[in-house]
C-alpha cells in the first residue's frame, strides 16, 4: 500500500490553525469534507468518532506524531490526510511531548485490513527520524504531499 492510495493530497493542512486535540481532529476532518471525502452530512459524527476513540486512549505516538484514527461508515473507500502544527499540539502523547505532525486516518467499517494496511504504513514511516525531519520542514500542502509521494517511490525513504 503507498500513501498515494489513501491520503487526499487536496485536504493537507500545512499549518494548523487548532491550538488543541480536538480542534486539529475537527480542521483535519474539515478538509476531508471539504474535499468532498466525508459524504454530505457526516462532518460532526466523524469528529465525534474520532475524539471518542482519542479518549479511549490517545494516538500521540510520540516523536512529535499523533495519529488519530476511527473506522466509520461515512466512509465507502479508506482516507486520510495530514497535518502540521508549527507551535505543537498536546495530544497526550506516550512521550508527555507535543504533537508537530497529525495524520487522521478514516477507514470504512466493513474493512479493518485496509485500515491495518495503512496504519503499517504510516508507522513504518513516521519510526524514521528522516522522514519526521523532512515532514517538519516543509511549510506548504504541496511540499508535504510530494514527500508523502516520494516516500512511496524511493526506498531509501522506506528504510
Given at each position: 500500500m503507498k500513501f498515494a492510495d489513501f491520503v487526499c493530497f487536496?485536504?493537507?493542512?500545512?499549518?494548523?490553525?487548532?491550538?488543541?486535540?480536538?480542534g486539529a481532529i475537527s480542521e483535519l476532518?474539515?478538509?476531508?469534507?471539504?474535499?468532498?471525502?466525508?459524504?454530505?452530512?457526516?462532518?460532526?459524527?466523524?469528529?465525534?468518532?474520532?475524539?471518542?476513540?482519542e479518549n479511549e486512549a490517545s494516538t500521540g505516538v510520540g516523536k512529535g506524531v499523533a495519529v488519530p484514527h476511527v473506522k466509520h461508515k461515512a466512509v465507502k473507500e479508506l482516507i486520510a490526510t495530514v497535518g502540521q502544527s508549527s507551535k505543537g499540539i498536546d495530544?497526550?502523547?506516550?512521550?508527555?511531548q507535543p504533537v508537530y505532525t497529525v495524520f487522521l486516518l478514516i477507514s470504512p467499517a466493513e474493512d479493518p485490513d485496509s485500515h491495518l494496511r495503512a496504519m503499517e504504513k504510516i508507522f513504518k514511516h513516521i519510526q524514521q527520524e528522516k522522514f519526521r525531519k523532512f515532514l517538519r520542514q516543509f511549510q506548504t500542502?504541496?511540499?508535504?504531499?510530494?514527500?508523502?509521494?516520494?516516500?512511496?517511490?524511493?526506498?531509501?525513504?522506506q528504510e
Open positions: 487536496e485536504a493537507i493542512v500545512a499549518e494548523l490553525q487548532a491550538t488543541d486535540r480536538n476532518a474539515g478538509a476531508l469534507e471539504k474535499a468532498g471525502q466525508l459524504g454530505k452530512g457526516n462532518l460532526e459524527k466523524v469528529i465525534r468518532a474520532v475524539i471518542k476513540r495530544f497526550s502523547a506516550l512521550d508527555r500542502a504541496e511540499e508535504i504531499a510530494d514527500l508523502l509521494r516520494e516516500a512511496d517511490e524511493n526506498p531509501l525513504l
